[in-house]
Every structure is written in C-alpha cells, then in structure tokens.
C-alpha cells in the first residue's frame, strides 16, 4: 500500500474574478438608476456674501436656515470678514476645497451631494441584484460583446429551463466564460451540459468562480475537454472548498492521470456533498487505484463512482477494493472495462462479503472466468444489498453460471434482483435451476444467452402480450388496468421499484404469467429508472402494449 497522499499545492492565481465582469456587463446593460429624491428638503439661501469654509460646511450640516443675518443654528454670530481670512480665503481659492456660496449656490450643493452618494448606497447594489435576476438574456448578449463571442441561439432560448445542453457546441474558453457570467444569477438551470467543448483551465475557473455565486446548480457534466493535470488542479481545489448545490460531476475523457487522481483523492477525502462522480475514459492506472481506496475509505458522501475504461489492473484493483470494506455510502460501482482478471475478482468477492450497502456493480469486459466467479459467488452468500451484478463480456461458462445462481439461492436473505451473463450459452438444465432460485427470490432476474432448443420456448413464453392478459382480466373484472396494478402496491402508488414489481407479478395469482412475460412488461412501463411507473402509457387509465397500441375501456 502506498504512503499518504500528499498535500494539495498552493492555489493558482486566478483572473480577475467572474462576479465583477458580470456587475460590469449588468451595469453596461442595465437602464441608468432614476436620481433619488432627497431625504430632506434643501436648506433655505444663507444671506448675501461671502461664506468661509468652516461657516459653509457648519451651516450646511445645519440643515435649516440661519434666524438671522450673520448667524447660524447654534446663535454664534457669523466672524466678520478681516484682511486676515480674506487673505486666507484667497489661499484656499486655489485649492480643490475652496467654497463660494451666493445665493443659490447651496441649492447646488445639495443636488450634486446625491448624485455622489448614489453611486455608493445599497440602492443601487439593490437594482443591480435585481437586474441580476430578471434580465438574463441581456446580460448573456451583454458578456458575449465583453468576451468576443457570437451567442449561442439555443442557449437564449433554454436559459430559463432546468435543463441545458450544450455538448459539443464548440464554445472553447471564451464561450464558457460568457455562459458563465449569464450563470451567476440564474436560478432556473438545474443540469448543464457541457461536454466536448474544448473549454481549458480558463474555462474551468470561470465555471468554479460562478459556482461559488450561483446555489441552484445541481448537476455539471464537462466530460470530453482534455482538462488534464492543469484542470485536475484547478477542479480538485474548488472541490475541496465546495460551497455550491453541486452534487453530480461527470468528468469522463479528460485525460486525467496518476497526479490527477492524487489531486481528486486529497481534495474527495473531505469533501461530502458530491454524490455521483463520473471519472470513466481517462488515464488511471494501479497507483491511481491505491489514491481511490484510501479515498473511498475515508469518504462518507460519495454514492455513485464510475470508473470504466481506465487501466486499473490487479494491483489497483485490490487496493480499490481495500477501500471499499470500509466505505458504507457508495451504492453504485462501475469498474467495466479494466481487465483486472481473476485477482481483482477475488478482491471484489471479499468486499461482498463486508459490504452492505453496495446496490450496483458493473463488472463487465475484466477477464474473470470461472475461477474469479466462483470468488465473487461465495462472497454473494452472506451479502444483503447487491441487487445488480453485470458481468456481460467476461469468459464465462455455465458451469461458472450455475454456481453464482446457487450462491443466490443459498442466500435467504439476498436482494438480488438483475444478473447480466448475457454472452454464457445456457442448457435446458440451468433454466430448471434457475427457476427453483427463482421460487425462492421471486424478484431475480437473469439475462443469458440460451442455447437454439430454447429460443423457441422462450418465444412461445412471450407470444401473448402481458398487457392483453392484463387487460382481459381487468374487462372481466369491470376495473381498469391501473387499478390492478395499484393492487400489487401495498402502497397503492403508481410507481413502484422494479424489483418488488416483478415479484409482485410472479407471486399473483390474478394474470398467469412467467419471468419473461414479466421482463416485457417491466420494458413497457419504463426500466430505465429502476422504478416502474403504471401511468407511463395509460390515459385515464388506459395502458399502451410494446407496439404502442392503447387498450382497455
């Protein structure tokens, strides 16, 4: 195991901030202030003549008229003018400070007085945070003119929405910096997505500058951008410091190395309001992997961490998985396509074992065959939380198959729900285990590839819809299709977890119907979100079959 991580470096010396180019562009933009009234209606004209400074700005504080000539508010007469103060008037007349006050001069006095104040006082800051808010679209136009950049027509058009996309609309440094000064005081943009814009560090810091004033962005994705070491920095120290809502980072394709994930792992280890990190596509070998395990050890946050296609082989992956005995938060793993073989395999087998609160792990494409299966399926028989395993292109064969459904099976307390081994040819003998598992966890469902006498009784399983038998029962029952599937809910909601759903489905004796019937209609009402939703094609209540044709009364 590697040493500790080392400290941070000193932060980079940033431009000038983000904020003052957009009160610039707000105040360039934005319609001049109307003058305020003053608070006080203006002092009558003192008398006659000629005022000494002191005497000026005595009665001027004043505020009210002298009661009589040669004298102020507070009774001491006016000192009559002598050579003396003359000569010492004339002095003053060259000076910046020298006051004549005739007549009218004090009126002037007092208009000129607001007119320098309001340029200082909260009403003004007032109109400019208002503008801030209401005026989003002159203020983008107003900061592409400052930068030097065409506005972007869709940006104008969806500024105002939760959702924004701008992948791949080459907006490059100077582009970002205008759409970020348009972001300082939006507060309707949810998601922003900026991926593949060639976007640099001096995109990167205007985005954390305007993270650091807008709290209602939630979700960024700048995958794509080449960022490399100099962006790692960069984005390592506002993550170490984040104040903002920003809770769901993607930084996929960034070209992000060992000396990256340094930074990230030092900057993550304290940092808890980042729930899903996306660091796939990048550069990440074994040491990186050391810098990921002390992190995940430490990290109490994180819930979802995405790290396929990285290069993290047997030694990084055994020290990721020393991290993860420990970490109780993360609930979703992807480590596709790092070809850790059947060492990193073992490793991960242990952590099941450990751990309870993993949910998804995304094993495909990592060279583990029967000997790394057999690993992970003794650590599934004690564990209780893992309810998705994917291990679709490693080189399986039924036989490494039927020993991790059995590991399923010997498990009473298993919330198993997804298996993936959709590449493994399967015989008529692992369906009849699979389904004496599946009488046991009634909401297991298993993805493989089967062999040519079967692919016709499956195709005999499914050739009537579920949602016409569904439908048929509902008619002779005089009740409506949405009313029976609320009937499974204990809840009696619309929307329901996938995995109770099914075993719903197969534990009812209402509508006859198997495990593949089921998994099509878990595609009809939408699998995508781990939950299904009974209004997804109904109309009051009606419910669409897969070829998009709405039955029902």
Not at 16 to 26: G, K, N
Not at 167 to 195: D, M, Q
Not at 429 to 441: P, Y
């Amino acid at each position: 195991m590697a040493g500790r991580l080392h400290q941070l470096p000193r932060p980079l010396q940033c431009p000038p901030p983000l904020l003052a180019a957009a009160r610039r562009v707000s105040l360039r933009s934005a319609p001049p202030p109307a003058r305020p009234l003053p608070r006080l209606a203006p002092p009558p004209a003192p008398p006659p003549g000629r005022l000494t400074w002191e005497a000026a700005e005595r009665w001027q504080e004043a505020g009210s008229s002298p009661e009589g000539p040669g004298t102020m508010d507070n009774d001491d007469p006016l000192e009559p003018e002598t050579k003396d103060e003359s000569d010492t008037v004339l002095a003053r007349q060259s000076s910046d400070e020298t006051l004549y006050c005739e007549a009218e001069a004090p009126m002037a006095v007092e208009k000129e007085k607001p007119a320098r104040e309001s340029s200082e006082t909260d009403l003004e800051i007032e109109d400019t945070e208002k503008f801030f808010t209401t005026g989003q679209r002159e203020l983008y136009l107003e900061a592409c003119k400052l930068v030097g950049v065409v506005p972007v027509s869709y940006f104008i058009r969806n500024m105002e929405e939760p959702y924004v996309n701008l992948n791949h609309h080459g907006l490059g440094p100077r582009g970002t910096k205008a759409i970020a000064i348009a972001l300082v005081s939006n507060t309707t943009v949810v998601t922003l997505e900026l991926a593949d814009n060639c976007i640099t560090e001096e995109g990167i810091l205007s985005l954390v500058e305007m993270l650091q004033e807008n709290y209602y962005l939630q979700e960024m994705n700048i995958s794509d951008n080449d960022l490399g070491l100099e962006g790692a920095r960069i984005l390592s120290e506002f993550l170490q410091n984040n104040t903002s809502s920003l809770f769901s980072l993607q930084l996929s394709g960034n070209n992000f190395k060992e000396e990256s994930a340094e930074l990230f792992c030092q900057a993550l280890s304290t940092n808890y309001r980042i729930k899903s990190l996306d660091l796939s596509h990048n550069q990440f070998s074994d040491k990186a992997g050391e810098y990921l395990g002390q992190m995940l050890a430490l990290n109490v946050g994180l819930q979802s961490l995405d790290l396929s296609w990285n290069h993290l082989y047997i030694q990084g992956a055994v020290a990721l998985c020393s991290g993860l005995r420990a970490n109780v938060s993360l609930k979703k793993l992807d480590l596709s396509m790092n070809s850790f073989g059947n060492e990193g395999a073992a490793a991960l087998g242990e952590v099941l074992r450990l751990n309870n609160s993993l949910a998804y792990l995304d094993l495909s494409s990592n060279n583990i065959s029967n000997e790394g299966l057999s690993k992970i399926s003794k650590g599934l028989e004690l564990n209780e939380s893992l309810k998705v395993l994917k291990l679709y292109l490693n080189p399986l064969s039924m036989d490494g198959a039927v020993l991790l459904i059995l590991s399923i099976k010997r498990n009473p307390k298993s919330k198993m729900e997804d298996i993936d081994i959709s590449n493994v040819l399967v015989s008529e003998q692992f369906v009849k285990i699979l389904d004496g598992v599946c009488a046991v966890h009634p909401q297991l469902d298993v993805l493989y590839k089967a062999v040519q006498g079967l692919s016709n009784k499956k195709n005999l399983f499914t050739s009537m819809s579920p949602v016409k038998l569904i439908q048929s029962y509902a008619d002779q029952h005089k009740i409506s299709v949405l009313d029976f599937f609320r009937s499974l809910n204990p809840s009696g909601e619309t929307t329901m977890p996938v995995g109770e759903f099914r075993k719903a489905m197969i534990q009812q004796n209402k509508v006859p119907v198997n495990r593949y019937q089921v998994r099509e209609l878990i595609k009809t009402l939408g699998e995508k979100t781990d939950m299904v939703d009974f209004r997804t094609h109904s109309s009051s209540p009606r419910l669409q079959d897969p070829a998009g044709l709405q039955v029902g009364p």
